[in-house]
């Protein structure tokens, strides 16, 4: 039976949840990781772990062949990094690079699925949600270098790709929205000045169930924006925090001009010290916008089903973050 999968960025957060998912529906799974890569939370699970090196197409290639891949999901990628051509090479090149691999293969890798983002389309116009009609501004560096990641899967014609451009992911083992989980329980609920936005979110294991049964879709060379369906107004995860948690949370506006100096200081500080800092001007334009994202057509053309919204998601995170004692 031809069901090898490889997923690349495999000791990341999302791919922990797709290995898993694979592993349930009876794929063999392969996982890219570095050389330093932390897989700790991988033992016991029935995996084999390979290394790429995304510089060099040819050493791909021979890496896919000695395993016999049928099935790519490329999910690894950086969320940080100093500058744009930072960015591009870890994000677009290596992607274009395992592409050329896969090419090279012919007919063996019969699906290659890229977990891209909405970044990728940038904000809400006007209010309106996002959907795969809307011409692409992204508005950060990640952003951009998703979109080229994008671009150059577009030309590959000869592979059988599909794209997926999630929305804000959470659950499990994230890192990011979890810090505002973390501030929540601390009894602080932070904003940066007082706009409105509408926010839209996907459960990392709806996110990962679609990554998976996509590799049995028809359907190719399409690109999916994906989120649970639901729009949020800016104020919905605190508050669905608060009750879960049973705790009454200090809401707090910081004014913009402040945080942008802050976020002018940051910009400083990371050059100087090599470091991309948590806030800096480029992640600025990402949180105060408005994310209202339409998974109209991954419903319509995939059969999109999502099991999670917001408070069941952010219920079963919770859950899972008290008894890993991530937070008390």
Not at 275 to 294: G, H, I, M, R, V
Request: aromatic fraction near 10%; hydrophobic fraction near 40%; charged fraction near 20%.
């Amino acid at each position: 039976m031809n069901n090898r999968v490889l997923v690349t960025g495999g000791s990341g957060f999302v791919a922990f949840h797709v290995i898993n998912e694979l592993l349930q529906q009876g794929y063999a799974v392969y996982a890219s990781i570095r050389g330093n890569s932390n897989v700790a939370h991988l033992n016991g699970l029935n995996v084999t772990f390979v290394q790429l090196n995304f510089q060099d197409p040819e050493q791909i290639k021979t890496v896919l062949a000695e395993h016999g891949i049928n099935y790519i999901i490329h999910a690894a990628g950086t969320t940080a990094a100093l500058n744009q051509d930072i960015y591009n090479t870890v994000n677009a090149v290596y992607t274009k690079n395992l592409c050329e691999a896969v090419a090279s293969l012919g007919e063996q890798v019969q699906k290659f699925v890229f977990v891209s983002s909405l970044a990728s389309i940038g904000p809400s116009i006007d209010s309106k949600d996002i959907d795969e009609l809307q011409s692409p501004l992204p508005v950060t560096m990640y952003g951009r270098s998703k979109k080229l990641a994008e671009e150059f899967l577009a030309t590959f014609s000869n592979i059988k790709w599909l794209i997926f451009r999630p929305t804000a992911v959470y659950g499990p083992r994230d890192k990011d929205i979890f810090i505002m989980l973390k501030t929540f329980t601390n009894g602080f609920e932070p904003y940066i000045g007082k706009s409105q936005q509408q926010l839209s979110f996907i459960y990392v294991k709806d996110l990962a169930k679609l990554l998976v049964d996509s590799l049995r879709q028809e359907k190719i060379h399409q690109a999916y924006n994906i989120s649970d369906g639901n729009d949020y107004g800016r104020y919905e995860l605190a508050s669905l925090t608060s009750a879960l948690i049973n705790k009454k949370l200090r809401r707090i506006h910081l004014p913009m001009p402040l945080v942008k100096v802050i976020a002018r200081v940051c910009d400083v500080y990371g050059k100087v010290a090599s470091k991309t800092p948590a806030l800096n001007t480029d992640k600025l334009a990402e949180l105060t916008a408005s994310w209202k994202c339409s998974a109209a057509l991954a419903q319509k053309e995939l059969g999109f089903r999502p099991q999670y919204n917001l408070k069941s998601g952010l219920e079963e995170s919770i859950k899972w973050y008290k008894e890993n004692k991530w937070i008390k």
